[in-house]
């Protein structure tokens, strides 16, 4: 009787209940209770997020949930973002696209980042899915304006173009030109990555005018400052607004016709865009800055001064990004002025010059986390720290949940002790016990791995860059950090017996990254073997790693969770350690 | 004489091949792609004993700062427009793209390094094998097919030495030599 009242609910009733199941982590708990549980979740379930391109293959996930409205996928790994990934390595869309045009006719949203989109690619979305409302390419390339063209003219309902950070290939054409007038669905617009020419200003102001619903729109560089004013008027409604070029001659007309503009957009609350600045124009902003409480000036060449100013007209401000210039008395004012600070990064504005440029040290990262109590994530570029910084920003920040220090010269010790920063550090996994985040630099042992073993317990992705002295820094990583799914090392002294004492843990991660560590293509090839599950990719693009010996490292390792087996796309300088493969090979 | 030098040099290279550290060693790892010079990671990791580095750089002494691949981790666009800026305040290339109606393939040219429009010209028609007018603030460029022109930052082409030299190199974001009738209507009187 008991057993009965289980399966007393029709499959619509528990259909509907899941339906308010939002989550990746909630629905696949779900799926996991009992068979027909997992048949009824499987069916409605329609949003899908594959962190890694390779670890699943689309046939796979059509198989399993047919009814997909929404897909977003990761492709390259993190350090493709500085030119550690050769050109070639992979993360191709197409085969995605062609296999869901046949099965999800009804796909209305496409999250892509760091994958190569080809204008093919974006051609077959246009013309593959109806009700096309979301495309996002955050990071990718291979695309030209020809592809964006084709999407802008066949979709007529999108809401959102999202194209941050892509690169794409110039091509003349006015593709913008292409929305039809009968589009007016547009909620969402980041042009910011395009070069020049390409974009048809008099076509943009049109699309802007005709959506109504338009809330947020980035501009690229091309932009000029006087045309600014024409795009604000004719969408009051932005809560998101990204500038061009932010550089003019300042001429009175101009500058009121600009600060009129903004001050009539009163949702407006995140700022970004603010190339080559002339700060003469910044008080433009002012009576929107009250409000503010985003803003991205990292593209902004202004200095100190300039920079206090603005700031201190931005009390809501919970998010900064901005470039050293800023320096430790920008930030004094920052940590006064913000008490809702959440996020801060920091870029260096001449990360390859020998001396510092400005005035910008640990100081002004103590005084934010003092200053500012709701600070969570933090990314600062600097060439000197101390663990007395270190332990004071821990102790004074125990919310942090992503912390990135990047001290510009590899291996700098404590600047006044000379020591290595393990303990600062150790004091940051300590003290910040929601941590999931971290970034390592500085001169660091086999200590501080030790420290993050111990305390990162909730850690989920960690970077480590010439850091450490043994394996034993790698063994505690992998044999501490519980949560771990994402690793990524570059020039570290960690070689084959970390790595083949905790290779079952590399089945609970999504990756590992290593490059220019010690790691043996012997050992390689036996982790390809030993473990199915997993992946084992080399990379080199001088030779291949079996014309040396067995024990020489190899230059780069890319190993992570797979069920499709080994991918079919590899370049030739990258190599599969399983041993399907290395017999066709 | 070329070939004992030649044996000579043979001999040393392998001795000293992709190696630093003294022979008999094991290679380390960081030294085996050409390609990455962490010179200055691999000189800490020498220790006191030295390096043979040095070696590998016969004509000239290793840089002060050698660039590591991927460090700072900053992307790349980022670095692109830290780098125009620098490039724009200390005297770093400004490069642009110059096309010639009817070639194959496009050049690229630094202007910092002409200084005024005679010499740019006179480059220009080295490049691409033909010959440039005269120009006349009224007629623009008379006594040829071809008209040099640029893409401002406004968008627009003009003629090449209608502004003063310093205002063109900041404004110029590329070249292109027209040619035939779309030339000759350029600048030249009614």
Known sequence: MQKEMAYSFPDEVLKHVFSFIQSDKDRNAVSLVCKSWYEIERWCRRKVFIGNCYAVSPRMVIRRFPEVRSIELKGKPHFADFNLVPDGWGGYVLQWIAEMAGAYPWLGEIRLKRMVVTDESLELIAKSFKNFKVLVLFSCEGFSTDGLAAIAASCKNLRELDLRESEVDDLSGHWLAQFPETCTSLVSLNISCLGSDEVSFSALERLVDRCPNLRSLQLNRAVTLDKIANILRRAPQLVDFGTGNYAAELQPDVFSNLAGAFSSCKELKSLSGFWDVVPAYLPALYSICPRLTSLNLSYATIQSPDLIKLVSHCPRLQRLLVLDYVEDSGLEELASSCKDLQELRVFPSDPFGVEPNVSLTEQGLVAVSLGCPKLQSVLYFCRRMSNAALVTIAQNCPNLTRFRLCIIEPKTPDYLTLDPLDAGFGAIVEHCKDLRRLSLSGLLTDHVFEYIGTYGKKLEMLSVAFAGDSDLGLHHVLSGCESLRKLEIRDCPFGDKALLANAAKLETMRSLWMSSCAVSFGACKLLGQKMPKLNVEVIDETEPPDSRPESYPVDKLYIYKSVAGPRFDMPPFVWSMDEAVKILH | ?190
């Open chain 2, 1 to 190: 004489m070329e070939g004992s030098v030649g044996c000579d040099n043979d001999l040393n290279l392998r001795a000293t091949e992709l190696r630093l550290g003294l022979p008999g060693t094991e290679p380390v790892s960081i030294v085996r792609s050409n390609k990455r010079s962490l010179q200055q990671v691999a000189d800490d990791d020498c220790g006191v004993n030295g390096c043979k580095s040095d070696d590998q750089n016969e004509t000239a002494p290793p840089p002060p700062k050698a660039q590591i691949v991927g460090w700072p981790p900053i992307r790349s666009y980022r670095k692109n427009n830290i780098q125009t800026k620098k490039n724009e305040s200390e005297g770093g290339g400004i490069y642009v793209k110059v096309s010639m109606d009817g070639a194959p393939y496009l050049r690229k040219i630094d202007l910092k390094i002409y200084s005024g429009y005679p010499e740019l010209l006179q480059a220009i028609e080295n490049m691409f094998k033909f010959t440039i007018g005269e120009y006349s603030e009224r007629e623009g460029y008379k006594g040829s097919d071809y008209a040099p022109t640029y893409e401002d930052k406004d968008g627009d082409w003009m003629l090449v030495g209608d502004v003063p030299w310093e205002m063109f190199i900041t404004s110029c974001k590329r070249l292109r030599i027209m040619k035939g009738s779309e030339a000759r209507g350029l600048g030249c009187g009614v």
